[in-house]
């Protein structure tokens, strides 16, 4: 009996009420292994008996279990004080989905495909875009947008409305483009504001463009919220496929589901005479689709008026509703919507 054979025992707990494991809500705080004997220590910003209890005869069943001759001792401290109300909170109830765009680095179009699919959703749907990139954030620039958000009057950010979606930047708060410096715990303390400060409409669907990597931002994401899935961006190239099964990977660690993976830049299609020229080799999209048992929601081409609308402020299948990347948009978009309402 070790402390990784725990973890990965309590990692099959579900939190009442979440889809999320009890590991990922961070409840576990240490394991004292001794001869004979095995002592976790909880704590949750709880009150609530009935979640103390389920929690505590499900650690107890998966132990029993084991048939193991350890005798387990459970330490459970409520932290009332941090939630009254007796429950984890649950930021952004008011959104039936939320979804996590992500890559594991930079560089592989996460934002423009981000933009592109939040506006083929809200064709049909009640659609949000969130930027969570802190320190290099995009919206502003790809939305053709950089007013500053009004405030409630309990002072609270009201997003952005364009092209019939509701939108939210760090870059609207910080539009004079100066350089963020922040240490990790500053960052996740602002991410967590994004999920309980901001007046977000009643919206099927809130796109969350997440930052290259697997930091703080992502980690705070995966603690605080009930994410409906994950969609992975990645290029044909090696590398990035090297870093997108990171980013994989650590959703799969937090029992957080991925919906598929877009592979962007997957060619390049010449405005001139249409022939298409693949740009990266490999095929690697496809074994890691294999790998994760997840679809391959699309491959999406490099044109160059892609690229001209991100600059220019106006997602390309707004101003292109009958061009070929549109349809291609809309049915990634139909796809995901099926994967979400199938569970």
């Not at 132990?63 to 001759?69: A, I």
Request: aromatic share 6%; with cysteine; glycine share 6%.
């Amino acid at each position: 009996m070790n402390k990784e054979i725990i973890i990965k025992l309590l990692s099959e707990i579900k939190y009442p009420g979440f889809s999320r494991d009890i590991i990922s809500f961070g409840i576990l705080k240490n394991i004292h292994i001794s001869e004979n004997e095995v002592v976790l220590e909880l704590s949750a910003n709880t009150d609530n008996n009935q979640i103390i209890e389920s929690i505590i005869k499900n650690i107890n069943e998966k132990f029993n279990n084991l048939n193991s001759n350890f005798n387990l001792k459970i330490d459970f401290q409520a932290n009332k004080e941090a939630n009254p109300s007796g429950d984890i909170d649950k930021p952004l109830s008011n959104i039936k989905n939320i979804i996590a765009v992500a890559s594991g680095k930079g560089g592989v179009g996460k934002s423009t495909v981000s933009i592109n699919l939040a506006a083929s959703l809200s064709r049909d749907w009640k659609v949000g875009i969130l930027d969570l990139d802190i320190y290099g954030p995009s919206l502003p620039m790809i939305a053709g947008s950089f007013e500053q958000p009004q405030l409630t009057e309990d002072q609270k950010l009201i997003p952005i409305k364009k092209f019939n979606m509701e939108l939210m930047s760090f870059g609207f708060i910080n539009n004079d483009n100066n350089a963020t410096i922040w240490r990790g715990p500053m960052v996740a303390r602002l991410t967590q504001q994004f999920f309980n400060d901001v007046v977000w409409g009643d919206l099927d669907y809130l796109i969350i463009d997440l930052p290259p990597g697997t930091g703080d931002i992502q980690l705070t994401l995966v603690q605080k919220l009930q994410l409906t899935g994950a969609v992975i961006v990645t290029t044909p190239q090696d590398l990035s496929l090297l870093d997108a099964k990171k980013a994989a990977d650590m959703f799969s660690k937090v029992n957080t589901k991925i919906l598929g993976i877009i592979e962007n830049m997957s060619d390049f299609s010449c405005p001139n005479c249409d022939h298409v020229t693949k740009i990266f080799p490999g095929e690697g999209v496809v074994d890691e689709s294999n790998r994760l048992n997840i679809p391959i929601l699309g491959k999406i081409s490099i044109i160059p008026e892609l690229a001209k609308s991100m600059d220019n402020g106006s997602p390309y299948i707004i101003d292109n509703p009958d061009s070929y990347l549109s349809k291609k948009y809309q049915e990634i978009s139909n796809q995901i919507n099926t994967i979400v309402n199938k569970g």
